[in-house]
């Protein structure tokens, strides 16, 4: 592998993008404000001038419109990478994404795919108020034909994205926000990472954490925490949702024989209730000596109050004590 390198989340992201423009020409960049502005969190720093108006290209302030052209382009030979400014914005082109881009390929008898990656800023923590704050993915995880993917390090971020810009299918690619400028070892070169395998973050032996995306630092300062009193906390990242990796949640629910889930968005009808069911619906349920416990944002609208924004989402110290809950 190339030289390791310490670069940020965003800058990562560029990488993967500018790398796979120019390994493929049919690979091109489209948004709002991608170009001069660099978009709303400096990810496209550069790539218009190195890549030009004709694959770095600035959109309308339409959703619709240019995902829409997303998925045309897909189907006739190019590999789009459109970015969502806010993934809250998902709501104004949802028929492109769910009624076209997840299902052309199963209504044309597989004689029509739709190679298109949706990037886009997701979640809270940085005072943007209810309507840019959201963690939508269970809204993507229900419909049949999207993969979905939510790496926590630049690491992930780069192996993972590049991976999505080389599938056929249509890849929803969210970049919780404050991760942007959280920094990590990368190579300096080509990588991929494959869907549908998490990664152990932390090794464990007395409760498991399955977690993806910003929580999975959270869970990390936990279980750190944790250690000095002699609680061994394995940390569990999915990386990706759509396909799962059910084998991995399996084995470290009959490893440590405890299970806490986390994620940012909403707890009631989140993700981590198909992650109970998959143990449950599994024989690591006659494994378990405690109740698997859910950690997740309140049922309530993100609100602009930094003080009240931290307490809708989860923090370290309501993931320890979850954790203890369940000990």
Same mark, same amino acid.
């Given at each position: 592998?190339?030289?390791?390198?310490?670069?940020?989340?965003?800058?990562?992201?560029?990488?993967?993008?500018?790398?796979?423009?120019?390994?493929?020409?049919?690979?091109?960049?489209?948004?709002?404000?991608?170009?001069?502005?660099?978009?709303?969190?400096?990810?496209?720093?550069?790539?218009?001038?190195?890549?030009?108006?004709?694959?770095?290209?600035?959109?309308?302030?339409?959703?619709?419109?240019?995902?829409?052209?997303?998925?045309?382009?897909?189907?006739?030979?190019?590999?789009?990478?459109?970015?969502?400014?806010?993934?809250?914005?998902?709501?104004?082109?949802?028929?492109?994404?769910?009624?076209?881009?997840?299902?052309?390929?199963?209504?044309?008898?597989?004689?029509?795919?739709?190679?298109?990656?949706?990037?886009?800023?997701?979640?809270?923590?940085?005072?943007?108020?209810?309507?840019?704050?959201?963690?939508?993915?269970?809204? !993507? #995880?229900?419909? =049949?034909?999207?993969? &979905?993917?939510?790496?926590?390090? +630049?690491?992930?971020?780069?192996?993972? *994205?590049? /991976?999505?810009?080389?599938?056929?299918?249509?890849?929803?690619?969210?970049?919780?926000?404050?991760?942007?400028?959280?920094?990590?070892?990368?190579?300096?070169?080509?990588?991929?990472?494959?869907?549908?395998?998490?990664?152990?973050?932390?090794?464990?032996?007395?409760?498991?954490?399955?977690?993806?995306?910003?929580?999975?630092?959270?869970?990390?300062?936990?279980?750190?925490?944790?250690?000095?009193?002699?609680?061994?906390?394995?940390?569990?990242?999915?990386?990706?949702?759509?396909?799962?990796?059910?084998?991995?949640?399996?084995?470290?629910?009959?490893?440590?024989?405890?299970?806490?889930?986390?994620?940012?968005?909403?707890?009631?009808?989140?993700?981590?209730?198909?992650?109970?069911?998959?143990?449950?619906?599994?024989?690591?349920?006659? !494994? #378990?000596?405690? =109740?698997?416990?859910? &950690?997740?944002?309140?049922?309530? +609208?993100?609100?602009?109050?930094?003080? *009240?924004? /931290?307490?809708?989402?989860?923090?370290?110290?309501?993931?320890?004590?979850?954790?203890?809950?369940?000990?």
């Amino acid at each position: 592998m190339s030289d390791m390198r310490e670069i940020t989340y965003k800058e990562a992201v560029r990488e993967a993008m500018c790398e796979e423009m120019r390994r493929d020409e049919t690979v091109y960049f489209m948004g709002e404000d991608i170009g001069a502005y660099c978009g709303a969190f400096g990810v496209s720093k550069g790539m218009l001038e190195e890549f030009g108006p004709s694959r770095v290209i600035e959109t309308p302030i339409s959703e619709t419109a240019f995902v829409g052209a997303g998925v045309g382009s897909a189907i006739t030979g190019m590999r789009p990478i459109v970015e969502l400014m806010f993934s809250d914005f998902m709501s104004v082109c949802y028929d492109q994404i769910i009624n076209q881009a997840a299902k052309m390929h199963f209504m044309f008898a597989g004689k029509v795919s739709v190679p298109m990656v949706i990037r886009t800023p997701a979640g809270g923590g940085t005072g943007a108020a209810a309507q840019h704050s959201q963690s939508l993915e269970q809204m !993507y #995880l229900h419909i =049949p034909g999207l993969k &979905v993917v939510v790496p926590s390090t +630049p690491y992930d971020a780069k192996g993972l *994205l590049k /991976t999505a810009i080389r599938d056929n299918n249509t890849v929803m690619f969210l970049e919780q926000k404050r991760l942007y400028n959280t920094k990590g070892m990368v190579p300096d070169g080509d990588y991929t990472i494959p869907f549908g395998v998490a990664d152990t973050k932390r090794e464990g032996r007395d409760v498991s954490i399955i977690t993806y995306g910003r929580t999975v630092q959270m869970s990390l300062q936990a279980a750190e925490k944790l250690e000095k009193e002699g609680i061994s906390v394995e940390v569990i990242d999915l990386r990706t949702l759509v396909p799962l990796d059910k084998e991995a949640i399996i084995a470290t629910a009959r490893k440590t024989r405890r299970v806490v889930i986390v994620h940012e968005a909403v707890k009631y009808g989140g993700f981590g209730g198909e992650l109970v069911s998959t143990i449950v619906d599994s024989d690591a349920f006659y !494994y #378990l000596d405690a =109740p698997i416990k859910r &950690v997740g944002a309140l049922y309530c +609208p993100v609100p602009f109050n930094p003080v *009240l924004e /931290t307490n809708t989402f989860p923090t370290p110290e309501t993931i320890e004590a979850a954790v203890r809950e369940v000990l």
